[in-house]
């Protein structure tokens, strides 16, 4: 039971940034004295900072494997073209959907019809396309522009996302390995993709198969986690629920 609330404490804390130890206790229903004794634990073991009350993640800084969007954009550009071409069966009329920052989902927007949709995104590629279209409720997540991504982190996200009820997530990745796991090059990335993933009601991997048994710095989920995955048609296995 204590290795489970540990799990629980640091998965709270990571989703709101810090939580107080009487906060804590309320959510797991447990004495504040023993939130304080996990708190320790936790806390020698590197995992979080307390203070005063309160307890924060501790962050640690992962190595940026990725390449830039632009160096992307140029990779494999007619998969991702078939890939996205593909995924737009799944979007109909009314729904809200999100985007992430890849160069597959940036093409995607490009094919993207101007329908009554609401799409949300870290995107500044995306919101860039998308600012054309007059049907489309456009939301940035907003936050810090890093330009080597071409992305917002925005450390309020967690928040923004209670708002919105999101219908689809659409996705791309860095790598996955062979046993399932869906890792990114680099945390700010991965941060929007772990939020969403959880947060979405539905979930699409838009994968061109050379990304497939390999790994990279950060794992974002599982292929259990995700409904369907999609492939370029220019491969023998077309489409497939998972690899």
């Known amino acids: 039971m204590k290795a489970v609330r540990h799990q629980a404490i640091l998965q709270l804390i990571r989703e709101t940034g810090s939580q107080s130890t009487e906060n804590l206790a309320s959510h797991l229903q447990v004495s504040k004295e023993t939130i304080r004794r996990d708190l320790q634990e936790l806390q020698t073991q590197g995992q979080l900072i307390r203070r005063h009350g309160w307890a924060k993640i501790v962050k640690r800084e992962t190595q940026d494997s ?57 995107s500044a590629r995306v919101c860039r396309e998308l600012s054309r279209r007059q049907n489309i409720q456009l939301i940035s997540s907003g936050g810090r522009l890093l330009r080597k991504y071409d992305c917002y982190v925005n450390p309020a996200l967690f928040s923004q996302l209670k708002t919105l ?34 947060r979405a009601a539905q979930s699409l991997l838009l994968l061109d198969k050379s990304k497939l048994n390999r790994t990279s710095e950060v794992q974002i989920g599982h292929l259990d986690d995700v409904t369907q995955v999609i492939y370029d048609l220019s491969d023998a296995e077309q489409q497939s629920e998972k690899p």
């Open 165 to 198: 009820e999101i219908d689809l997530f659409l996705f791309s990745c860095e790598a996955v390995d062979a046993a399932g796991a869906i890792w990114d090059s680099n945390d700010s990335n991965a941060e929007y993709k772990i939020a969403l993933l959880r």
């Open 66 to 122: 990725g390449d830039s969007f632009r160096a992307r954009q140029k990779s494999h550009q007619n998969r991702k073209t078939d890939i996205a071409r593909q995924a737009l069966s799944w979007i109909d009329e009314g729904m809200v959907i999100a985007l992430d920052a890849s160069s597959t989902c940036w093409s995607l927007a490009r094919q993207l019809p101007d329908i009554g949709i609401t799409v949300f995104t870290n």
